[in-house]
């Protein structure tokens, strides 16, 4: 964080934070996007431990069901989803566990007592599952390689699992987690919370799959660029001891701050990243690739610290009912350029569409049929009218080039935060309210899809899948 804020003597003294409401709104209000990257301070300063995210609101009223909620991992994405959950009404946190008890765990249960939550802070999650025995839910952001070990002993526990993605960092893991919600009956949702994004809710179920109003779709294109950024660092105060690593299966400090970076651990900034969005891509097709082809490597940053490939460029494969469909993705960590989207083409038109509203629209072929029904029935906004400039004189008209698609927006909008409606969905699933938006099995096929492009990157070769690989 750039506003880093040095805890007191005093404070440490205690071993407590003494942070008023007040401080921790302004803090959360001054709080970029977290993602991949997370929380970074400069190693000569302190860590800013006042709490972390969006503004948060009091949640509204509530007369159902509440919840018992523990979280594990309370790091980066962490942080991100307590601040979400704050938002939603019928959630009563009773523990939160995490290894780095001097920060990350003092922050959250500062935070949720400051909100009236009457929480337990734990190390161990082992400790957690002991002796907390009236638990609803848990909310799993912890790194890829513990996911399913977590998942699996919350879910014989009888509780029901909100887990982060990537589901796991092989396929192994990944499937072991299904086979334990089949076995328990418990729920798992898997965290790709863009399937309850109402933008891109409304995108398939209505312009997709009522309108086809992008007729066949043949290509699909989809990035999620980053400049570059440090290694996180961390406080040597508050420096894990050796024995804490190796017990909660690290070497270093480094590999602690930074596991998505090392093979064991995570899976790369493709697996972090690109997770989220070739998801979007089995969804909305409603498919699953036949073959994937990558190119990649560690071209930027050191080897040693860096053992997964800082830039990958894959491309897909779909054989879908209406054929075959041609799938690019890349993930860059040098260069920000557009930032992130996925971007899908038919002979009719291109649905863009990004997270970011202003990264969202859809575009009409000139030779497409009009969409008046569409934007009659609020599938669309009106079209954007665009003014031809006049040629010069002189000018000679390039009749190589189309003209240029009809534009329209789509009108529907997200103001909660990106994993509010997501985790909304889980918790309305577990009080038999609604379905899961991404249940085991889709997190499922999402990651075999995913894994499979970093074995591509390796083998050199054009990976094909095998149908059996998707079945459990």
């Known amino acids: 964080m750039e506003n880093e804020k040095q805890e007191s003597k005093e404070e440490e ?37 006042s709490a972390s ?33 704050l938002r939603i009404p019928g959630l009563k946190f009773k523990a939160v566990c995490d290894i780095w008890t001097d920060l990350n765990l003092k922050r959250a249960v500062n935070l949720l007592t400051k909100y009236g939550h009457e929480v337990t802070g734990y190390e161990d999650y082992r400790e957690m599952l002991e002796n907390e025995k009236d638990l609803d839910a848990v909310i799993i952001a912890t790194p890829d390689f513990w996911h399913a070990e977590h998942t699996i002993a919350f879910l014989e526990a009888g509780v029901h699992v909100y887990c982060e993605k990537e589901m796991s960092n092989t396929i192994e893991g990944a499937r072991s987690m299904v086979d334990a919600q089949k076995r328990t009956g418990k729920l ?15 995108c398939k179920k209505k312009l997709l799959e009522e309108a086809d109003i992008l007729g066949r779709i043949t290509t699909i294109n989809g990035q999620w660029n980053r400049g570059v950024q440090p290694d996180l660092g961390w406080p040597k105060r508050y420096e894990l001891s050796q024995e804490k690593l190796e017990k ?97 083409m038919g002979d009719q038109g291109t649905l863009s569409i990004s997270e970011s509203a202003n990264k969202s629209g859809v575009y009409r072929e000139v030779s497409a049929p009009p969409w008046d029904e569409w934007v009659n029935k609020g599938y669309l906004s009106k079209p954007e009218k ?16 189309t003209a240029s698609p009809e534009s329209h927006t789509i ?62």
């Open 386 to 401: 665009k003014e031809t400039p006049a040629a010069g004189e002189g000018a000679v008209v390039d009749v190589r080039e």
């Open 248 to 344: 909660y299966g690290f070497e270093t400090m480094h590999e602690f701050r930074n596991w998505r970076w090392y093979k064991g651990l995570g899976g790369g900034p493709i697996v972090d990243l690109g997770s989220h969005q070739i998801d979007i891509y089995n969804w909305f097709l409603d498919s699953k690739p036949v073959s994937v082809m990558a190119s990649g490597g560690v071209d930027y940053y050191e080897k040693d610290t860096h053992e997964w490939y800082d830039s990958i460029i894959a491309l897909f494969e779909y054989q879908t009912e209406k054929g075959t469909v041609r799938a690019s993705y890349q993930t860059i960590t040098t260069n920000s350029s557009e930032g992130y989207f996925e971007k899908f």
């Open 53 to 85: 995210g969006p503004v948060i609101e009091t949640p509204k009223e509530f007369t159902g069901k509440e919840l018992n909620v523990a979280m594990l991992g309370m790091g980066a994405q962490g942080q991100v989803l307590l601040n979400s959950c």
């Open 411 to 472: 009108p529907v909008e997200l103001n909660d935060p990106y994993h509010q409606p997501h985790l909304q969905n889980f918790f309305d699933a577990i009080r038999g309210e609604a379905e899961l938006n991404c249940p085991a099995e889709d997190g499922y096929e999402t990651a075999v899809t995913v894994l499979k492009v970093n074995e591509a990157v390796e083998k050199g070769i054009t990976v094909k899948f095998n149908p059996e690989e998707y079945v459990i």
């Open 13 to 49: 003294k205690k071993g407590s934070l003494n942070l008023s409401r007040r401080d921790i709104v302004q803090g959360l209000a001054t709080v970029p996007f977290l993602g991949m990257f997370g929380w970074s301070w400069a190693k000569k300063d302190g860590p800013d431990t």
């Open 188 to 202: 798992l949702q898997i965290g790709h919370q863009r399937r309850s994004n109402p933008r891109y809710i409304h």
